[in-house]
């Protein structure tokens, strides 16, 4: 059997033990918009403890909600008792609730094109909150309290639903002026027929595989929310943009692991951008009308459907004629960007937060940085414009770079660090050059680092060959972290910057912290810095 007949087999029984029972919020938006529902969610006058009486085989994953899983032929229906909710004291979850009315039920939900519920016996729609005028016009009516977790797209014009947290996490990247994509681990997760969310059908060249992650994990925490279900795992993932590590916890064989995750984009890097310039698809209109779900057995609305598009609208960038002189001063066009302007506003208000902490532009000789490496042994690094040279630990290492042709992914030394020589050099390099000189220069957004409080502001830039990121502190404006990325799907070598203390008028970092991937973790506690 279907999903769709399944779920009306569901309703059938439910009314057969005398309980109001109707198809409820996506699906019925969906089947209005003549697509074919992922899930189907069930409404119900039944109580939760009323529904497992009902059904032989049930999970209470929110039963203290008014929420239980139905399980038919191994796979999870939600079925929700008429309810009111209580005030959302933590954002998620209400304080209690109260059951009660369809309309009260309706009431509660989101938006209103979520509060339509199907009568899939009869074929009708019940709409006590206009939710299909609003469908039709586009619209996105706030019906009860806004959705805190619901996913949806901030600038591409594909979502619905923006929250509260998706707008904070995004602010950063927004004030880029960039077109912005959202993120994914690079796996997916389903509900079991036990109620756990397991991790399946993951990519080898995602960063949750290289932190450990394997198909059949279960997960159990995700951005520091715990997840009951594979839903409750998108809808958080949906607030996140790409490129941010999140933590996750994730079990196997009775064991926990707690992991920081890179999240990559749902796109290639560039496809968004050059999705919104191409346009929407031609639109084939052979006069017919839409048609109906493969699954036509069972009823679909009556009601006639609203006209619209097959594709959903997406934004229209400015160009340079079409913006009135009054503003044009305040306009840039770059390929990938709405208004490069603004990433211009950002990158001089992040180097001038740098700047104030000292002025590096006439320490072009060589610098000598002397500290205790791992093992408390003597450590030096040699920095120049030609050559970067090192007497660690574990033996000498040294790279030539020609100014010319620098090709810094090939210089990945020492062996396991994903490219600290490489790293170091472009450390002097931005602090001496700045971002007019540096080389390509932008403006990423603000994204966490692991056990650091707030979010940093990113800049990106790329030379020779890579791209490093620098993060520096929102409030302080120093510089906290450094990323460089060799090449796609590998691990970035990881530089960490503190303890800042006062040279020669320069604010410089006594403490060292270089990491890439699980593998290599070393600390120099810095002793001396000389510049030639």
């Known amino acids: 059997m279907s999903a769709k007949e399944n779920a009306l087999s569901i309703v059938r029984r439910l009314r057969a033990a005398g309980y109001e029972s109707y198809f409820a919020g996506g699906c019925v938006r969906d089947m209005l918009l003549n697509k074919e529902p992922q899930d189907y969610d069930i409404t119900t006058g039944a109580k939760p403890a009323e529904i497992a009486k009902i059904f032989s085989d049930t999970i209470p994953v929110g039963a203290k909600f008014g929420v239980i899983l139905v399980m038919v032929d191994g796979a999870p229906f939600e079925v929700a008792s008429f309810r009111h909710d209580g005030p959302y004291l933590d954002g998620r979850h209400p304080s209690h609730v109260r059951y009660g009315s369809l309309r009260e039920d309706v009431l509660r939900r989101d938006f209103t094109i979520n509060g339509m519920v199907y009568d899939p016996v009869d074929g009708t729609v019940i709409d006590l909150v206009n939710g299909r005028q609003d469908l039709e016009g586009r619209i996105i009516g706030i019906n009860g309290r806004g959705s805190f977790e619901k996913r949806g797209r901030v600038n591409v014009g594909v979502g619905y639903a923006i929250s509260i947290n998706q707008i904070k996490n995004f602010l950063g990247h927004l004030k880029s002026g960039g077109i912005i994509d959202h993120a994914t681990l690079g796996a997916q997760a389903v509900t079991d027929s036990e109620g756990r969310v397991r991790i399946q059908n993951i990519l080898e060249s995602s960063d949750a595989y290289r932190r450990g992650v394997r198909y059949g994990d279960e997960l159990t925490r995700f951005g520091g929310r715990n997840i009951r279900t594979a839903n409750a795992f998108k809808n958080v993932l949906g607030i996140f943009p790409r490129d941010w590590r999140v933590p996750m916890t994730v079990v196997r064989d009775g064991k926990s692991y707690d992991l920081n995750v890179r999240l990559a984009g749902v796109h290639a890097k560039g496809a968004l951008a050059d999705k919104i310039k191409a346009g929407p698809p031609p639109k084939k209109d052979d006069g017919k009308p839409g048609k109906e779900p493969k699954d036509s057995k069972l009823p679909i609305p009556k009601l006639p459907i609203p006209k619209l598009p097959d594709e959903p609208r997406l934004p229209t960038l400015p160009t340079a004629e079409s913006i009135p002189e009054s503003v044009a001063k305040f306009y840039e066009h770059r390929d990938g960007y709405v208004n490069f302007y603004f990433n211009r506003e950002e990158q001089k208000r992040v180097w001038k937060a740098l700047l104030a902490h000292g002025d590096f532009s006439s320490a072009k000789g060589a610098w000598t940085i002397a500290s205790q490496g791992p093992g408390d042994l003597p450590a030096t690094f040699e920095l120049a414009d030609t050559q970067v040279s090192g007497a660690l630990p574990g033996g000498k290492v040294s790279i030539k770079i020609d100014p010319a042709d620098p090709k810094l992914g090939e210089e990945l030394g020492p062996v396991g660090s994903g490219g600290m020589m490489a790293a170091l050099h472009l450390w002097r390099r931005f602090l001496i050059h700045g971002i007019q000189n ?95």
């Open 438 to 532: 540096f080389g390509s220069v932008t403006y990423l957004g603000t994204m966490p680092i692991p056990d650091q409080d707030g979010l940093m502001d990113c800049l990106v830039g790329v030379h020779g060959g890579v791209e490093v990121r620098f993060l520096c502190h929102p409030t302080t404006g120093q510089l906290v972290a450094l990323e460089l990325f060799p090449a796609g799907d590998v691990d970035p070598c990881e530089i960490y910057f503190s303890d800042y203390n006062d040279h020669e008028g320069r604010k410089l970092p006594r403490t060292i912290h270089v990491k890439c991937g699980d593998a290599f973790d070393q600390t120099y506690k810095v002793t001396a810095y000389t510049f030639k």
